[in-house]
């Protein structure tokens, strides 16, 4: 049972836009940053945003991310192929004292 | 260019014991923190624990709190995982990552640890 919730999968066709939700609670996400890593297939996770909404250097603006209360969203506009991978929500939790991920999603683009 | 790289997973038997390590290069390995992140076969990701970056501050999940000891050697831009007492529950991929301004940036490959008998 992950701390933070995310739906198992999502999908879309080429070209679509999707949103991944991300759900916490008052000591995690409502507090602080949330964080999204895409995981291809069989490699290991990496940042696609940070701090909410920002993207590091070489994430393509097709992604975005976005932060109200204790829910998070990143949401992948101008869906490609390549884009099939697991994404995860990451934020600090206060009460645990330590970083917490969601289930992760898996998004296949049909 | 930022590698971080682990080596020292395998097979062990329940109950036994393993030594993760973690090499660094590519920046100052001293000016972040070394987390160890772990996901199980077909599961998601689980954080571990995590040493500061002057080796000082550590935390660890409660479900290996007592059985597993990070640390690291700044001289070498190495660090480790000890894991004790493993169980099934343990049979993961750990990937160690850094940290900096708060927030995890960098994976490595990652190492596969294999609890059976």
């Known amino acids: 049972q992950s701390v933070l919730t995310q739906p198992p999968s999502a999908s879309g066709t080429p070209g679509q836009r999707v949103t991944i939700s991300c759900s916490g609670s008052?000591?995690?996400?409502?507090?602080?940053?949330v964080y999204w890593y895409q995981q291809l297939p069989g490699t290991p996770p990496k940042l696609l945003m940070y701090?909410?909404?920002q993207r590091p250097s070489g994430v393509p603006d097709r992604f975005s991310g976005s932060k109200s209360g204790t829910s998070a969203s990143l949401a992948i506009s101008g869906l490609r192929s390549g884009d099939e991978a697991d994404y995860y929500c990451?934020?600090?939790?206060?009460?645990?004292?330590?970083?917490?991920f969601g289930g992760g999603t898996k998004l296949t683009v049909l | 260019e930022v590698q971080l790289v682990e080596s020292g997973g395998g097979l062990v038997q329940p109950g036994g014991s393993l030594r993760l390590s973690c090499a660094a290069s590519?920046?100052?390995?001293?000016?972040?923190?070394i987390h160890w992140v772990r996901q199980a076969p077909g599961r998601g990701l689980v954080w571990v624990s995590r040493?500061?970056?002057?080796?000082?501050?550590?935390n660890y999940a409660d479900s290996v709190k007592g059985r597993f000891t990070i640390s690291r050697d700044n001289a070498m831009n190495t660090f480790f995982l000890q894991m004790n007492s493993l169980g099934a529950e343990d049979t993961a991929v750990y990937y160690c990552?850094?940290?900096?301004?708060?927030?995890?940036?960098?994976w490595g490959q990652g190492a596969q640890v294999t609890v059976s008998s």
């Open positions: 990552a850094r940290s900096a301004n708060g927030y995890i940036d960098y």
């Open positions: 590519g920046f100052t390995f001293s000016s972040y923190s």
């Open positions: 040493v500061e970056g002057d080796g000082t501050g550590t």
């Open positions: 008052s000591s995690n996400i409502a507090t602080n940053h």
């Open positions: 701090r909410n909404n």
């Open positions: 990451a934020a600090w939790d206060d009460s645990l004292t330590h970083w917490v």
